[in-house]
């Protein structure tokens, strides 16, 4: 601040110093701003990786390590195991000199069947790097383990055990942020030597497990007589790199790791000149998405899981009674005339020809006019015939540069439909700016995908024609006559068994307490004793309002063995289960024409989807959602789709094709079932048999138990326990017998 009445601009002199000033001002401004550019620079730079101690970052990935992969912490306490994804990724190759290659081609297609499929056999010969990965032990993998799971059950060895690592392994330890990494000399491994006392094994349970590697390989080539002789075996693992990220609490985010097993091997054949082999195989195995259990808000699977098994086991155990009620309906298939019916097959007559000698012969002339038939069957309808024949446009040019469609290639065109919108588009052909990210071409105005709807769409000049001028029953009316006939088969094979198999309607019983359920129900939809685990459940929630727990299961099929389903219910059906019934029930239907026809050959793909599970506890509370432990209700649904197995690309070869069925149907339901009014009793001590009286049986029952004659449950098992030492024996039994005298007396 300036003295009063003084200004810096008073004088000429003053002036120029001011001037002066004000520059120098603007220099330091422009200095102090490099600095601050500078500084900001210097921040971004300094996430380059500093040298760690070594003792402090495997102290660190040790602890967090034993955090995921062990639940104990070590003080008497334990915790829940989160969850995590675990992936591997494999890079094999081999190098082989002179005429190696060919050699081992020739031994490969001989003595090793096992590799003549891919991955290991391709068009160019064998890939000698896959079937590297296959004899080292390891492959590829990408899955998901479970929060609070066994993760071994899912990935085998591959789970993420608690790391034993030594500071003294490591060649060099950095830190960048909260990303440490480890770096180790690499190990030779020379005969006599293993992999597993190796500095691999710390980190890892799966790695290669023979001694050296190379007893693996010998072993190998004696066994299939190959008269391939190794020679001058060598085993380096390189490049080992362990890599931790933690978030701010400490816990992982990630943890890596990869190396590289690098080999080289002298062969000889029957000529001695040898050949040798190199070989790489890079690894790296990641560990990621942590998905850490949240007290107080994460659900606890193992315990939803066991709250359920333990309450349907008492259910059952205690012979609870309960109203049932089971409502199983069926969709109706839309027919190629738009009537809906409830059931719907197509006979492919190529495929019926062509594995049908007898049929061939008789109706191959008439049939060879249709591709297809439809019948149709319905309760209300009745049975309609209608014959189909494929029709292309082109079908008849000569010209060779003209694709003609086919039924499996129908052709695809552009197609756009428009309202015209002011300002903004009419119909835009293909090319003109019309695409499905961009609808029409814009103008003046603006447009939608609601005013001008454009794509590829199937050539409508290539198509399945119904009702042609060779009406199947113009043809011939003795093929009119069969197909009718096979058509009333179908509908009392494909749609009866279906309804009979999966209980097509409503199931009602009230299940008395201390009665047999199967008394009064298929014994499929009795209250089981359920064996969920934490694979089984999926999204599972808590509803406060109604205080009942909602969790899903994975859509079953074919392929993983309705595993979680069978876990939940028996009121399921298998595909074999449903495919024997199938070609059983056909073959009675049409035995005279199966003899002829040979048609009874029906395949099935069956998927159950949506299953949905709803328990309510008794007295569940939003602060104690399993109340008493004791069940109040189960609700359980799905749908259910079962149809012909569709053409299928050849997981081993995509360029081929499987067969088109010859019968194909569609056959799909929805289930609904309840149990509620769960009616549980309370069993007098020593109410052995649980006929709500202590008698003598209920004696001869724990006599016949001691004697190993009988099995009692858990329930019956506290029931018999009358001195309560947690065994059962013949003091139990005398005591039983005192109970009855005293009560006698």
């Known amino acids: 601040m300036h003295p009063k009445g003084v200004s810096p601009l008073s004088s000429g002199e003053n002036t120029n110093s001011y001037k002066e000033l004000l520059k120098m001002k603007k220099i330091l401004s422009i200095l102090l701003a490099m600095v601050m550019i500078l500084s900001s620079i210097t921040v971004a730079f ?115 055990k608690p790391l034993k690592l030594d500071a003294a392994d490591v060649k060099s330890a950095t830190k960048s942020d909260n990303i440490y990494t480890l770096k180790y000399n690499d190990i030779d491994i020379v005969a006599g030597e293993r992999v597993e006392d190796s500095v691999l094994a710390d980190i890892t349970a799966n790695f290669p497990q023979a001694t050296g590697l190379d007893k693996t390989i010998v072993n190998s080539l004696k066994s299939h007589d190959t008269a391939l002789t190794p020679s001058n075996f060598t085993l380096t693992i390189k490049d080992l790199k362990v890599t931790a990220k933690f978030d701010s609490t400490g816990r992982f985010t990630e943890l890596s790791y990869n190396y590289t097993i690098a080999g080289k091997v002298s062969l000889t054949y029957v000529d001695p000149t040898p050949f040798d082999v190199a070989f790489t195989l890079k690894d790296y195995t990641r560990y990621t998405s942590f998905d850490y259990y949240n007290e107080g808000t994460d659900f ?202 999966f209980a097509i309607g409503s199931t009602t019983a009230n299940i008395a307490p201390t009665s047999d359920p199967t008394k009064k129900l298929d014994k499929k939809f009795t209250v089981k004793a359920t064996q969920l685990d934490v694979f089984d459940i999926e999204e599972p929630s808590f509803d406060p309002s109604n205080g009942a727990i909602t969790f899903k299961i994975a859509d079953q099929s074919e392929e993983n063995g309705y595993k979680s389903l069978s876990h939940l219910t028996d009121d399921y059906v298998t595909n074999e289960e449903f495919v024997n019934a199938l070609n059983a029930s056909f073959a009675n239907s049409l035995s005279s024409l199966t003899e002829k026809l040979n048609i009874a050959v029906l395949n099935s793909k069956l998927v159950y989807s949506n299953i949905t599970c709803t328990v309510k506890f008794v007295d569940a509370t939003e602060d104690n959602m399993y109340g008493t432990g004791e069940i109040e209700s189960i609700n359980l649904s799905y749908d259910m789709l079962a149809a012909s197995k569709d053409p299928k690309k050849n997981a081993d070869d995509p360029s081929t094709e499987t067969s088109t069925p010859v019968i194909e149907y569609t056959f799909a339901t929805s289930m609904r079932s309840s149990v509620k009014e769960v009616e549980y009793v309370d069993y007098e001590k020593g109410d052995v048999n649980m006929d709500t009286s202590v008698s003598l049986m209920d004696a001869k029952l724990v006599l016949r138990y001691v004697a190993e004659l009988e099995t009692l449950n858990d329930y019956q098992m506290l029931l018999a326990d009358m001195n309560e030492d947690s065994a059962v024996t013949i003091v139990d039994a005398k005591a039983i017998l005192e109970k009855i005298a005293s009560q006698t007396v």
């Open 46 to 160: 300094v996430t380059f990786a500093a040298a760690a101690d070594p003792a402090d970052v495997v102290e660190k990935i040790n602890a967090q390590s034993a955090y995921v992969g062990n639940a104990d912490n070590g003080d008497g306490t334990t915790h829940k195991l989160p969850g995590y994804s675990f992936i591997r990724k494999l890079t094999p190759s081999t190098v082989v000199t002179g005429d190696g290659r060919e050699i081992i081609n020739e031994i490969m297609a001989n003595k090793y069947p096992e590799y003549a499929e891919k991955p290991y056999h391709t068009d160019s010969g064998y890939d000698l790097g896959a079937i590297l990965a296959n004899v080292v032990g390891v492959s590829a993998v990408d899955k998901k383990v479970k929060k609070n799971s066994d993760a071994s059950l899912t990935i085998g060895r591959d789970a993420l």
């Open 300 to 501: 606890d699977y193992d315990e939803l899981a066991k709250k359920i098994n333990e309450g349907t086991a008492y259910m059952v155990d205690t012979k609870a009674g309960y109203t049932y009620a089971r409502d199983n309906k069926y969709e109706k298939q839309e027919n190629s005339n738009g009537d809906y019916v409830d059931y719907l097959f197509t006979l492919n007559t190529a495929e019926l020809l062509s594995s049908n000698a007898a049929l061939s012969t008789v109706f191959g002339t008439i049939l060879g006019y249709v591709d297809k038939i439809e019948i149709s069957v319905d309760e209300k309808l009745g049975t309609d015939l209608r014959a189909s024949k494929w029709v292309c446009k082109n079908a008849n040019s000569s010209d060779p540069n003209v694709k003609k469609c086919t039924s499996s290639d129908p052709h695809q065109i552009w197609q756009c439909t428009c309202k015209d919108v002011d300002g903004c588009c009419t119909c835009c052909p293909a090319g003109t700016g019309c695409t499905s990210t961009h609808p029409c071409d814009k103008k003046n105005g603006t447009c939608t995908s609601a005013d001008c709807k454009c794509g590829y769409v199937n050539d409508p000049d290539c198509k399945y024609v119904f009702n042609t001028d060779k009406e199947l029953s113009e043809l011939d009316a003795n093929v009119a006559k069969i197909f009718s006939t096979i058509g009333t088969a179908l509908n009392s094979t494909i749609g009866e068994t279906a309804k009979t198999k």
